[in-house]
């Protein structure tokens, strides 16, 4: 009778036990994959944004003289870019085409730009000669669904995180 009554005080602990556990637990796990999610996101962004500048570079003023018709266009550095970002909606991402003169191109969002048949980088200061410099540059809004989990942040909703990449390379060709 005696370990009857024993086994009757400590019949609810597990309970307690895992709440008080597991909960916390539960919410690391989501944390790790938010943040993994969003370190992949970053990682594709900056890939992408790469993938961007180094066709500019190899398309510069020699693939647009004696006859080559291999220059670029804001279009085709936009859909390279699109090509590249696996996984983050086009419609979503921020992309600015910056020559070495200054003179800034931008797609907001990256997908108003796929059917842009400006030539880029533009010929005039001579920005599209080897040797000089251009810049891609992005930017993607992660939803991040741990924000509506924080204590006090009020309503229900999801916070963002920005993701920006950038890259610069010279003019090769």
């Known amino acids: 009778m005696i370990a009857m009554q024993t086994n009757n005080k400590r019949r609810g602990s597990t309970l307690l036990e895992f709440t008080l556990a ?46 080559n018709s291999c220059g670029a266009t804001v279009g085709t550095i936009a859909n390279q870019i699109a090509a590249a970002a696996i996984g983050i909606p086009s419609d979503q991402v921020n992309v600015s085409l910056t020559t070495a003169s200054g003179q800034t191109t931008t797609c907001n969002p990256l997908n108003s730009c796929f059917s842009d ?49 950038r890259a610069t390379q010279q003019i090769l060709y």
């Open 22 to 67: 597991g909960i916390p637990l539960l919410f690391l796990l989501i944390c790790t994959v938010q943040l993994s999610l969003a370190m992949w996101n970053y990682h594709t962004l900056a890939y992408a944004v790469n993938q961007g500048v180094r066709y500019t570079a190899l398309h510069g003023q020699g693939c647009s003289t004696n006859g």
């Open 117 to 165: 048949s400006t030539a880029w980088p533009p010929a005039t200061n001579s920005d599209n000669v080897p040797g000089k410099n251009v810049t891609v540059s992005a930017r993607y809004v992660f939803p991040f669904i741990l924000a509506m989990l924080w204590p006090g942040a009020g309503t229900m909703r999801t916070g963002t995180i920005a993701l920006p990449a």
